[in-house]
Antibody, heavy 114, light 106 residues
Framework: QVQLQQPGAELVKPGASVKMSCKAS????????INWVKQRPGQGLEWIGD????????NYNEKFKSKATLTLDTSSSTAYMQLSSLTSEDSAVYYC???????WGQGTLVTVSA | QIVLTQSPAIMSASLGEEITLTCSAS?????MHWYQQKSGTSPKLLIY???NLASGVPSRFSGSGSGTFYSLTISSVEAEDAADYYC?????????FGGGTKLEIK
């Protein structure tokens, strides 16, 4: 079965960076885009960007272009998202999703706090 | 970018009631997709490509629409339907989500 495994939580200091993972299994990793979505507490969903493992192509929401960097390790079927220069506005749950948003990871809760 | 506006923001429904949630797009989109999100969980795909039920989704859910106006209908609300519902377009980058409708059960 299709699974996307994400770490549960990350605690990071303001100004620092964080790199979170999304390990895929149960399907051909290189065939489907991986999307990343942000959800702040009590708020809606925001699309950050996507990456195509078959060719390494990326697309970003303009809002997140200077904040997020999407990368891959196809050898381990893992997608990564790095967030830089973190502030309290970046405290949120970050989801990865694939197969046209049919499958979602459990999300990584990023808390930015000194 | 295409802005999706959902209404109402909050809906209160009785068990067995038929309800319709709407999603209006600022520009025409080819399809609309709908997700259900229960508290503390990941979004779950309900309807894809406007009117297709995702795997395992009860038949009381249905979707319709075209162009700039789409809707999600629950024919007979059940207690387990209490959740947030989001519409979503991936016709035009950047992909966007509606602000959500919170469904409460009376």
């Amino acid at each position: 079965q299709v699974q996307l495994q994400q770490p549960g939580a990350e605690l990071v200091k303001p100004g620092a960076s964080v790199k979170m993972s999304c390990k895929a299994s149960g399907y051909t990793f290189t065939s489907y885009w991986i999307n990343w979505v942000k959800q702040r507490p009590g708020q809606g969903l925001e699309w950050i960007g996507d990456i195509y493992p078959g060719r390494g192509i990326t697309n970003y929401n303009e809002k997140f272009k200077s904040k997020a960097t999407l990368t891959l390790d196809t050898s381990s079927s893992t997608a990564y998202m790095q967030l830089s220069s973190l502030t309290s506005e970046d405290s949120a749950v970050y989801y990865c999703s694939t197969m046209r948003f049919a499958y979602w990871g459990q999300g990584t809760l990023v808390t930015v706090s000194a | 970018q295409i802005v999706l506006t959902q209404s109402p923001a909050i809906m209160s429904a009785s068990l067995g009631e038929e309800i319709t949630l709407t999603c209006s797009a600022s520009s025409s989109v080819s399809y609309m997709h709908w997700y259900q999100q229960k508290s503390g969980t990941s979004p779950k795909l309900l309807i894809y490509s406007t009117s297709n039920l995702a795997s395992g989704v009860p038949s009381r859910f249905s979707g319709s629409g075209s162009g700039t106006f789409y809707s999600l209908t629950i024919s007979s609300v059940e207690a387990e339907d209490a959740a947030d519902y989001y519409c979503h377009q991936w016709s035009s980058y950047p992909w966007t989500f509606g602000g959500g409708t919170k469904l409460e059960i009376k």
